[in-house]
Nanobody
Framework: QVQLVESGGGLVQPGGSLRLSCAGSGFPFSSYPMTWYRQTPGKERELVAGISPAGSRTSVANSVKGRFTISRDNSANTVYLQMNTLEPEDTAVYYC?????????????????WGQGTQVTVSS
């Protein structure tokens, strides 16, 4: 049974940092692209970042480029999202997704499994 469990969200002041983690289980973690999406009420889920199975290729949304970094540790079955210089506009529920296909240059992913999400609130 595929499980994805996110952690690391919370309340942070503008300009601060957070690192989100997503632990995967029930599948060969190192075989799948992984992504981070975010969603705010009334809006569609937005792709934030994606990473290839070996971690050699990544994509990051223009809205967070230069501030967010995606990485993974396949030995720990975990994908991370390092978020720096956070802005109030980054406030959202962040979800990790296990994907079956990935196009890193477009970028575009097709993901079938999602975690429960972790809330990130950026506010003074």
């Amino acid at each position: 049974q595929v499980q994805l469990v996110e952690s690391g969200g919370g309340l942070v002041q503008p300009g601060g940092s957070l690192r989100l983690s997503c632990a995967g289980s029930g599948f060969p973690f190192s075989s799948y692209p992984m992504t981070w999406y975010r969603q705010t009420p009334g809006k569609e889920r937005e792709l934030v970042a994606g990473i290839s199975p070996a971690g050699s290729r990544t994509s990051v949304a223009n809205s967070v480029k230069g501030r967010f970094t995606i990485s993974r540790d396949n030995s720990a079955n975990t994908v991370y999202l390092q978020m720096n210089t956070l802005e109030p506009e980054d406030t959202a529920v962040y979800y990790c997704g296990r994907c079956e296909t990935a196009e890193y240059t477009r970028p575009r992913y097709e993901c079938s499994y999602w975690g429960q999400g972790t809330q990130v609130t950026v506010s003074s």
